[in-house]
């Protein structure tokens, strides 16, 4: 019989050496060849060494060719503060300060995509922001990298995620034009991606691009995802100001409890489901 401490995930690289049989993903979806060439990076911006124009056009263009970046070098004395204390210890003082930090970020990175695109900056400071969710992974190693995923390929039902990945270790993969592209781990950066509702509300102008975790066999893996969601009842439909006789909505309008229930429901199909 299994004990306890053998059933948490996380102690399996040392009792298991093969990957349990409802972990392994059928022959299509298990990780091949990614590439890494410098042409095909995920764009990074330094967020202290710019201007605000300069960053608002390189966010936009990596959001509308990639959906994903990374920000660095964010000067913010107490987000490098706490982001120092948050990697030594989870308690919960910490992470109010580190998601009302992070809050501050999404908002600022949405209100430079809103100049963007065009919509009022103050688009996203009511109901479409209200409800983030902050969740912890642990990718301990695996027996076998080349049969399972940490993650499977997914797009995130979420206007935007700011991810703070491991220091060192590789295996957030995002998915461009066919090819998997790896996403480097830089520290102190955090990854941006934009997600299905910003996709939708900008009509299809950002990508809600598709990604993945592949694991590996020597090292564990932890990453800290901040998801910025709607209020269940926040209407999600491309944006009025961006739609008119020569741009129609690509999308239905749904509130946002009747997206999650389709997203939980349709997975990887819900694409079809959104249009209009
Ligand atoms: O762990 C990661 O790098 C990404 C996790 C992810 O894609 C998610 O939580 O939606
Ligand atoms: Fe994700």
Redesign the pocket.
Same mark, same amino acid.
């Given at each position: 019989m299994e004990t306890l401490d053998n059933m948490f995930v996380s102690n399996w690289s040392n009792v298991r050496s093969s990957v349990p049989p409802s972990y392994i993903q059928p022959i299509e979806n298990r990780p091949g060849n990614v590439i890494s060439s410098s042409c095909k990076a995920i764009p990074v911006i330094d967020f202290g060494g710019h201007d605000r124009d300069y960053i608002a056009k390189y966010i936009l263009k990596a959001s509308e060719e990639f959906g994903f970046f990374q920000v660095s070098k964010i000067t913010t004395t107490s987000l490098s503060h706490s982001l120092y204390i948050f990697r030594m210890l989870l308690i919960s003082e910490v992470v109010g300060k580190y998601t009302q930090e992070l809050r501050k970020l999404g908002l600022k990175i949405l209100e430079l995509l809103c100049e963007g695109i065009g919509l009022d900056q103050e688009y996203f400071c009511g109901e479409l922001v209200e409800n983030p969710a902050l %969740?912890a =992974?642990h990718?301990p190693p695996c027996p076998n990298p080349s049969l399972t995923l @940490?993650?499977v390929k =997914?797009r995130?039902p979420s206007i935007i %995620?700011i &991810?703070l990945?491991d220091e060192k270790v590789h @295996? &957030?993969q995002v998915h461009k034009d066919g090819e998997w592209i790896e996403v480097e781990p830089i520290p102190n950066a955090f990854v941006v991606n934009i997600g299905l509702l910003l996709q939708i509300i900008s009509n299809g102008r950002l990508i809600g691009a598709e =990604?993945r975790?592949v694991t590996n066999s020597s090292t564990p893996r932890t990453?800290v995802?901040y998801f910025i969601y709607p209020s269940p009842e926040s209407i999600i439909e491309p944006s009025k100001d961006l739609v008119n006789e020569n741009n129609a909505p690509i999308y239905k309008s749904m509130t946002f409890g009747e997206f999650r229930m389709n997203f939980f429901n349709k997975g990887a199909n819900i694409e079809a489901e959104l249009l209009s």
């Open positions: %969740t =992974h990718y @940490g993650v =997914h995130d %995620t &991810l990945q @295996g &957030l =990604h975790v990453s995802a």
